[in-house]
Antibody
Framework: EVQLVESGGGLVQPGGSLRLSCAAS????????MNWVRQAPGKGLEWVSS????????YYADSVKGRFTISRDNAKNSLSLQMKSLRDEDTAVYYC?????????WGQGTLVTVSS | AIQMTQSPSSLSASVGDRVTITCRAS??????LGWYQQKPGKAPKLLIY???SLQSGVPSRFSGSGSGTYFTLTISSLQPEDFATYYC?????????FGQGTKVEIK
């Protein structure tokens, strides 16, 4: 059974940092692109970042470029998102998602709240 | 960035109705588009990929069509479990972009 389990969310002050993690199991993690997608409360889905299967290609949304860093460890079947200089508008549920092209497998998400 | 425009933003329908949702891309994206279903408090679920291919395990009442800039998701006979919000997503290039969503509600 495919499983993606996010962790690391919580309450952080504006300007602060947070590191999200995603533990993957039940599929060939090292063969899949991995993605972070977020959803602000009551809003639609927003793509955040993607990393290729071998870590050679990385993409970011303009809204997070320079502040967020995606990484993966294929030996540990894990994905991370290091978030710095957090803003109020980064408040959202963050989903980890895997796919060869489109994200096909999704975790249940972890809530990040940026507030003073 | 490619803009994806969905319509309508919401609709009311009855069980058994045929429902069609459209998604327009601001430039041609071949058939590089997927459709997702999301229920409240849950993660999105992939329904359709490559514009018209049904994801494994998804009921055949869901279908997708289109290419270039115009795409549709059709539910042939709406079931109670289909009341949800639907999103399109282009995977033609980066940054990936979603449509704004279509909420399907019970009439």
């Amino acid at each position: 059974e495919v499983q993606l389990v996010e962790s690391g969310g919580g309450l952080v002050q504006p300007g602060g940092s947070l590191r999200l993690s995603c533990a993957a199991s039940g599929f060939a993690f090292s063969s899949y692109y991995m993605n972070w997608v977020r959803q602000a409360p009551g809003k639609g889905l927003e793509w955040v970042s993607s990393i290729s299967s071998s870590d050679t290609t990385i993409y970011y949304a303009d809204s997070v470029k320079g502040r967020f860093t995606i990484s993966r460890d294929n030996a540990k079947n894990s994905l991370s998102l290091q978030m710095k200089s957090l803003r109020d508008e980064d408040t959202a549920v963050y989903y980890c998602a895997a796919g060869r092209l489109l994200p096909a497998f999704w975790g249940q998400g972890t809530l990040v709240t940026v507030s003073s | 960035a490619i803009q994806m425009t969905q319509s309508p933003s919401s609709l009311s329908a009855s069980v058994g109705d045929r429902v069609t949702i459209t998604c327009r891309a601001s430039q041609g994206i071949r058939s590089d588009l997927g459709w997702y279903q999301q229920k409240p408090g849950k993660a999105p679920k992939l329904l359709i990929y490559a514009a018209s291919s049904l994801q494994s395990g998804v009921p055949s009442r869901f279908s997708g069509s289109g290419s270039g800039t115009y795409f549709t998701l059709t539910i042939s006979s709406l079931q109670p479990e289909d009341f949800a919000t639907y999103y399109c997503l282009q995977d033609y290039n980066y940054p990936r972009t979603f449509g704004q969503g279509t909420k399907v509600e019970i009439k």
